[in-house]
């Protein structure tokens, strides 16, 4: 079993949708949980920070994570054709090196 | 103001040659990384550096050499270039001393083409 596994996609919804992307993990120290955008091309972009379990907003961009269940979501209100991109999450637990360890990432398109 | 920077943002180069890929960062960061995507998209962790010393160092080739001048820079060098190194190649910096967690800020990466 992988560390963490991410559904790769491809996945298309139309403009206004909501959007939910997810990740599993196996390894029960990670406590700190980021969602990284990669448009093509370009380097991965820091898109929410959490720390265990919990809920944290940011505008249209909600970040959860169920540690019980080892599970972690980023959902997108409102989608725009302009979230078009790859969603990476990473995880780390915190130790002294401080290791992301990132899933495959979601290839999301976003449909005017 | 570019926080992290990479160059050269293309490299093309022959099989055997030997190239170098320079990272510089303006955050103030103590750590730097350098990560490998290949064609799949899969970030794969090739080294980091806390103030100037090697914290992380997976399983990589020792055609790789990793160099840090100081806080601010780390390099790559690569040794007899082969085509499976061909990828992109991203740096990155965070902040670990005094802060939790390892918010990973990135550069926007080195598309390396061995011929």
């Known amino acids: 079993q992988k560390e963490v596994e991410q559904d790769p996609g491809p996945l298309s919804v139309p403009e206004g949708a909501i959007v939910s992307l997810n990740c599993t993990y196996s390894n029960s120290a990670f406590q700190y949980f980021m969602w990284y955008r990669q448009y093509s091309r370009k380097g991965p972009e820091l898109l929410m920070y959490t720390y265990s379990s919990g809920n944290k907003e940011d505008g249209r961009f909600t970040a959860q994570v169920d540690k019980s269940s080892k599970y972690i979501s980023l959902f997108i209100r409102d989608s725009q054709p302009s979230d078009s991109a790859t969603y990476l999450c990473a995880m780390s637990d915190g130790s002294s090196n401080y290791k992301l360890t990132f899933g495959k990432g979601t290839l999301l398109t976003v449909n005017p | 103001d570019t926080a992290v920077s990479q160059t050269p943002k293309y490299l093309v180069t022959q099989m055997g040659n030997d190239k170098s890929i320079k990272c510089e960062q303006n955050l103030g960061h103590d750590t730097m990384y350098w990560y490998k995507q290949d064609s799949k998209k899969f970030l794969k962790i090739m080294f980091s550096?806390?103030?100037?010393?090697?914290?992380i160092n997976e399983t990589v080739p020792n055609r790789f050499s990793p160099k840090s001048p100081d806080k601010a820079h780390l390099n790559l060098h690569i040794n007899s270039l082969e085509l499976g190194d061909s990828a992109v190649y991203f740096c990155a910096s965070s902040q670990l001393s005094g802060r939790a967690g390892n918010e990973q800020f990135f550069g926007p990466g080195t598309r390396l083409t061995v011929l």
């Open positions: 550096y806390n103030n100037k010393e090697l914290i």
